[in-house]
T-cell receptor, first 114, second 114 residues
């Protein structure tokens, strides 16, 4: 199916464990983004990528690692999960050349760290 | 990017027009006004954007004041499915360089009542 998908949709893990959240888009968009959403903070940018093998930090990158070996995938890894990383995570993508600059968001992953 | 101010919540009767205000008094000449919305438990969804002229699409209309210091998103015939948090975002609208980020505030929770 065309679009942007995230997996898993729900994840419960324990403090200290490594967790990887997956994001896949079928449009071949150049830009991809990871946001987290917490009550009282709205959406905050964690990391972004302008193209394969090009990534950079957003507002709240600490504790997260990303990679982008293929244009269509942008996994987010929590190397050692903490309770403060309990959140809803959204992946998004957009086309670099688009004048519209619209970002398309995935359905989100709800992560709980116990 | 310029900061925006929105009321935290609004109510609207089903079938009536919903007018959502946004103040962006520090907007620069090259900054666009974007609107996104987020229905509960879903990813944000693009609605509309504009620079200085009023804009209309199949979802909504955007009215920007002549001095560009404020704008109003209009949903002409609100339905129950329009209940969501609406985000007004101001940012530079070019498609390249580092101007890719969307900075989400807390938005306005619009509740459409039957």
């Amino acid at each position: 199916d065309a679009g942007i998908t995230q997996s898993p949709r729900y994840k419960i893990t324990e403090t200290g464990r490594q967790v990887t959240l997956m994001c896949h888009q079928t449009w071949s968009h150049s830009y991809m983004f990871w946001y987290r959403q917490d009550l009282g903070h709205g959406l905050r940018l964690i990391y972004y990528s302008a193209a394969a093998d090009i990534t950079d930090k957003g507002e709240v990158p600490d504790g997260y690692v990303v990679s982008r070996s293929k244009t269509e995938n942008f996994p987010l890894t929590l190397e050692s999960a903490t309770r403060s990383q309990t959140s809803v995570y959204f992946c998004a993508s957009r086309e670099m050349g688009s004048w519209l600059n619209e970002q398309f968001f995935g359905p989100g992953t709800r992560l709980t760290v116990l | 990017d310029a900061k925006t101010t929105q009321p935290p919540s609004m109510d609207c009767a089903e079938g009536r027009a919903a007018n959502l205000p946004c103040n962006h008094s520090t907007i620069s000449g090259n900054e666009y006004v974007y609107w996104y919305r987020q229905i509960h438990s879903q990813g944000p969804q693009y609605i509309i954007h504009g620079l200085k002229n009023n804009e209309t699409n199949e979802m909504a209309s955007l009215i920007i004041t002549e001095d560009r210091k404020s704008s109003t998103l209009i949903l002409p015939h609100a339905t129950l499915r329009d209940t969501a948090v609406y985000y007004c975002i101001v940012r530079v609208g070019n498609s390249g360089g580092s101007n890719y980020k969307l900075t989400f505030g807390k938005g306005t929770l619009l509740t459409v009542n039957p």
